[in-house]
């Protein structure tokens, strides 16, 4: 998942460029949050189906929103043109882990006993489980997003990375994967 981060911050060199990474991202995010969500229910797969086609779609326009404010503006500054995508990231993901997991508020999830009866389906556990993996998305996507950008802020004026700026991509990539 660190790679897909990492590309989706990349720079921009055309609409291709800027689309796919997000795209692959945000299917990555739904899939993964839709095989690890409670499957406490029964869902139609064409409920499904059309619920993480939403949730993909919606999720890569929030996070294409930025680049393609760079592209048509020519915004350069430091906080727009680092900090602007690293918001728009972190509001995707979330919006993606509550649109791909919204049946399990409405539903509701099984609750159960000490010996791993169900004793019943509960919306508030449902709604609780999706706040808290909406927060612990939101903090990861943000740290992997916001550490190599504040590294790169900071290093990039040393005098190493100034004759090998290459190598700043390096330092991105470690940041994220860490």
């Not at 294409?64 to 020519?74: A, E, N, S, T």
Request: aromatic share 10%; proline share 5%.
């Amino acid at each position: 998942m660190a790679p897909t981060v990492f590309l989706s911050m990349t720079p921009l060199k055309g609409i291709k460029s800027v689309i796919l990474p997000q795209v692959f991202l945000c299917a990555y995010m739904a899939a993964f949050n839709s095989i690890n969500g409670n499957r406490s229910y029964t869902c139609k797969p064409l409920e499904r189906s059309l619920l993480m086609a939403g949730a993909v779609a919606s999720s890569t326009f929030l996070g294409v929103i930025p680049q393609f404010v760079q592209m048509k503006y020519g915004l350069t500054g430091p906080w727009i043109k680092r900090l602007l995508p690293v918001i728009f990231l972190v509001q995707a993901s979330g919006m993606n882990v509550y649109m791909s997991r919204s049946l399990e508020s409405i539903k509701g999830i099984a609750v159960m006993d000490k010996e791993g009866n169900v004793l019943g389906h509960s919306r508030i556990a449902g709604t609780k489980a999706v706040r808290e993996t909406l927060a612990s998305r939101i903090v990861l996507f943000g740290t992997s997003a916001l550490i190599p950008e504040v590294f790169t802020y900071f290093f990039k004026r040393t005098q190493y990375f100034r004759k090998n700026p290459g190598s700043l991509w390096i330092l991105k990539l470690s940041c994220t994967v860490l």
